[in-house]
Structure formats: structure tokens, C-alpha cells
């Protein structure tokens, strides 16, 4: 997409007259029409014809509000992405904002599945997906930190929610949960020794892919660069 026109499109207004008024069409129809598609049928799924046939219009006139696929999927990102969170509505100081944050954006992304492969890459982003960058750097303000390194924290926390969300990472740790994995392994436990007794420690619990663990490791490390340098 041009980049000016892009940028117009998620920044300006997103009301445009519809042609003709009977069909009412906005970018934001357009956009809920087409993450509808991508929740229930996967990104690949998503084509100008595909969400103008869910709209009963035709593809032209999907073509009036968002001039290319590649717009399309921008304002799908901004619209899904919902509105940053208010973290200064949080007690606790840093730590239990950039928890919430965190919590919040993984829900998100489950909620939208194709949200992380769709928000990689070079390309144009909206004010809300900026927005929730903002919020979380801002969590960070008063803490002793550097401009760079709150934002490289706020880096390391999305890298760990995009390696932990569970609708990429599902059946990364089979041994833990799936009976026939762990009596293979055992069976197999001179290849594996360690695998196996780590596995079998966790007595078959359904684990979180590292979730949690990684988290307050991530705000462990961050405490501790901030104590340094009160």
C-alpha cells in the first residue's frame, strides 16, 4: 500500500460515505467482516472477494474503503487489537502493571490467533497497537531505567508472549501431559534420562508452556536492574 495513503487510513478518520448509502459500508465493517473470516477460517483465508461476499457487497466496493489486501490486514490489526490498556489504573507500581499488560495482550492474541504472524514484519500500525506499546513503556517511568531499556523490556515481554501464547506453542511439551509420550520415553529413558525424570516430576500436571515461569523470571531480571540503580 502507499505508505501516505496507509498511514491516512489508520490514522485519520475511518468514516467514509458509503456508495451507494443502501449498503452502509465503512472501514470498520470491512475490518469486523474480515477478522470474523480470520478467527473461524484462519488468515489464509482472507481475501477481498472472501469479505465482500460476507458482506454482500462487491469487491469493488470493499476496494473504495481499503485499496489492497495489504491495507485490509492493516486495519484488521488496529480494529482487533482494541484499545490499550489504562495502566496507571493499576496499583503496585511497574511490576503488576506490566503483569496485566501482559496478561491483557495474550488474551488478545488467543482471542485473535492469527494476531502474532499477522503483526510481524515491516509495516504500517495504527495508534492502538502503538498505543499498547506506550502503555507498557510508560509502566516503566520512575524506575531508573533508560529510554532504550524500557524499551527493550517491553520487547522481551512480547518475544515471551509471542514463544508462549498456547495456540502456537499447544503440544510443545507433550511429555508432560500425553500418557502414551511419557511410557515411549520411559521405555526409551536411556536416550532420554533427563527428560524423563524432569517429566516425571511433574506427576502428568498440565503445564503453561512456560508461561508463568518466563514471565516472572523476565520482571525477576527487570527488579533487579532497577534496585541496582536506586
Known sequence: MGESQGAELLWGSRQKAARPPRLALTVDRIADAAIGVADAEGMAAVSMQHVAAKLDVTKMALYR??????????????????????????????????????DLMRETWEHHPWLPAATTGERLTGPREVGWTESAVAALAGTGLDGGERMDAVFLLSGHIRNTRSAATAGTQPWTAEKHLRDILRRHSDRFPALVAAADSTDGAVRDNGWSFGLERILDGLAVLIDSRR
Open 65 to 102: 474503503h481499503v485499496a489492497s489486501k495489504a491495507e485490509l490486514v492493516a486495519v484488521m490489526i488496529e480494529s482487533a487489537v482494541g484499545e490499550p490498556p489504562d495502566l496507571l489504573t493499576v496499583p503496585g507500581g511497574w511490576r503488576p502493571r506490566l503483569v496485566r499488560w501482559a
